[in-house]
């Protein structure tokens, strides 16, 4: 085994440990390549490994910080909004910033993943989630415009589901779910920390009223080492 990957898996079992804890700085690469024996290109490569996997992040003229490894929980069995979801996020910090709000014209693709005509109004709404200062989350939503009227920015940063539940009166029935691993894009790149990592996880919803209207395509690409996703079997 090369010998970075062996400083590797030491130092990674020393995060998962807790001997290195979360936002505790690494020690300096001089003083991993006493430790170790090793030259600087192979710490360099070790740490580089290190932050690939989401163990650690580098920050530049302060160091390398050891990432937290308690991955956040979303369960699959019900259909819960980002808002209700942090309530069960104890101690974490989470924000949400509204990149846009704007209403388009279904495109033909769109169109056909929502079940309506060509051309109908559709509400585009782009949001990034931060927990604990980092962008983690970046969620596409789509809602057909006459189903789920008068949604602004304000209201996006927010709970949608509580609007449409609470001022729209309108009750939400069922979600078909599909999870998977994708290349992180150009976007997703520049809209979140993702620190070297090259895939993102992305969870498609597409939801529906209780009178079996599809209102609502949501696209959410998270980080890949900040979440895990449960569900309950019953036979």
């Given at each position: 085994?090369?010998?970075y ?30 430790e ?27 160091g ?47 169109a ?27 969620d ?42 994708r ?53």
């Open positions: 085994m090369p010998k990957l062996n400083i590797y898996h030491e130092l990674a079992q020393r995060i998962q440990e807790g001997t290195l804890p979360a936002e505790t700085k690494l020690p300096s690469e001089t003083e991993l390549m006493h170790f024996e090793a030259s600087r290109g192979t710490v360099r490569k070790a740490i580089d490994a290190l932050q690939e996997k989401g163990f650690v992040r580098k920050h530049q003229g302060k390398v910080f050891v990432l937290s490894q308690e991955a956040i929980e979303f369960q699959f069995n019900g259909i819960v909004s980002f808002s209700e979801a942090h309530r069960r996020m104890g101690r974490h910090t989470v924000e949400t910033d509204v990149l846009s709000c704007e209403v388009l014209s279904a495109c033909p693709e769109l056909s993943l929502l079940h309506v005509a060509q051309g109908t109004d559709i509400t585009r709404i782009e949001r990034i989630r931060q927990i604990d200062g980092e962008r983690v989350i970046r596409i939503n789509h809602f057909v415009t006459a189903l789920v009227p008068g949604l602004t920015a304000d209201i996006a940063k927010g709970s949608i589901y509580h609007y449409i539940e609470e001022t729209l009166d309108r009750q939400i029935s069922y979600a078909k779910r599909k999870i998977e691993a290349p992180a894009t150009r976007e997703d790149q520049e809209r979140l920390d993702l620190h070297d990592m090259t895939h993102v996880i992305v969870v498609t919803n597409d939801t529906y009223f209780y009178e079996g209207q599809h209102f609502e395509r949501t696209e959410s690409r998270h980080r890949l080492d900040k979440f895990q996703f449960t569900d309950i079997a019953r036979r």
